[in-house]
């Protein structure tokens, strides 16, 4: 059997690197915004929103993702902002995958700017990981213009771990023979699903770095964090046996999902990118000429607490509007206004039966609006994946003033 080989690629300041290439291509002579003190982030005028993404010389300047825009502001007066713009992010994204499965035999995208790659036994096509991983990198900054950490290891947990280390542009390993030294003497707060709530009953147990998480008896750990203490004491010994799961092995549905890289508390932002995850889906469906008949929406808060509903839909459906009215609803209820870390919006295929139920209960209203969404993704399609917006996308504020 070959040695397990996991990657994680994870992009630099996702938001903020993929706008400097929006800029840069729509003008190369235009100041390279990942150079300035520069952020991503909304509704300045409404004093109101937080930090998305920032670049290093913001950073530098003491300016944190998710804190609020006032106070950035504050550290650095010249500070540069631009709103987010998901339907650029993405392209960005979706080229980027398209890139690392040319490549890897299995790959797990995990949120709009991460991925999960399983290379075990390509050793002798690519050459060693380390060095495969830098010219895989450097391929990414050559052809897409953004850079990424890669974090190599025998498994998912320790391949994202590594990731994390020293960025932006580096690949970093964190094999199983490393933990001591690379990961042991890391705050137990940087472990990987080590949740606010969880670190702090940690604090109170003497816990503070993944270390003493790794020495402590995983029984005491029960005790005081039920079935979780007992799955951290596992990651801070670097044990993960969750594979890496491509999208095909995963049963028939079309899914996507973001965690962002703030804890979002806003309603109408959290429905913003679910539209975008649902435009995403409804043109892939459409793609394939096919119809779901399943729509879940998931939601994993700040404390990594994940929750999801699922709704059935009387027929199948191939139509944005209607997977992302059903995914509205499903949020609804299933939010209970914690801070939200990740959404995801998931569609599972129709029967057959839904199939010929689909042009029985045909209405006027989906006819239309299935021939829209299909003009739509074949201006798309031509003109590329910005020639259309929709109306709610134009600009951050104008669909939200009401709200504030
Ligand atoms: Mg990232």
Known sequence: MPKPIVFHVDVNSAFLSWEACRQLSENPDAADIRLTPSIIG?????RHGVVLAKSIPASKAGIKTGEPIVHALK???????????????????????????SYAPCVQQL????????????????????????????EIFDTL???????????????????????????????????PEKMWPLPVSDLL???RSSVQKLHNLGIFTIGDLAAADPNVLQQHLKSHGKELHNYANGIDPSPVESETDAPKGYSNSITLPFDCTDRSDAKGIML???????????????????VSVTIVDADFRKTSHQT??????????????????????LWDLSPIRLIGVHTSKASDQCYTQYSLFDTEKNEKLEKLDMAIDSIRLKYGDNAIKRARFLGDDKTKPTED
């Open 312 to 333: 059935s839909l009387p027929t199948g459906t191939n139509i944005t509007d209607v997977i992302y009215e059903n995914a509205c609803a499903l949020f609804d209820n």
């Open 145 to 179: 213009g953004f850079t990424v950490n890669i974090g190599i290891s025998s498994n998912k947990l320790l391949a994202k771990m590594a990731s994390d280390f020293e960025k932006p542009d580096k690949v970093h390993t964190l094999f199983p023979d490393e933990i």
């Open 75 to 101: 550290k650095c007066p010249n500070l540069q902002i631009f709103p987010p713009d998901f339907s650029v992010y993405r392209v960005k994204s979706d080229a980027l995958m398209e890139l690392l499965r």
């Open 42 to 46: 909304g509704r300045r005028e409404l």
């Open 276 to 294: 975008s995850l649902c435009e995403n889906i409804g043109a892939r469906i459409r793609k394939d000429n096919a119809f779901i008949s399943v």
């Open 193 to 195: 699903y080590a949740g």
């Open 111 to 138: 949120s709009i700017d991460e991925a999960f790659c399983d290379i075990t036994g390509t050793e002798k096509l690519y050459g060693d990981p380390v060095s495969f991983a830098c010219k895989l990198k450097q």
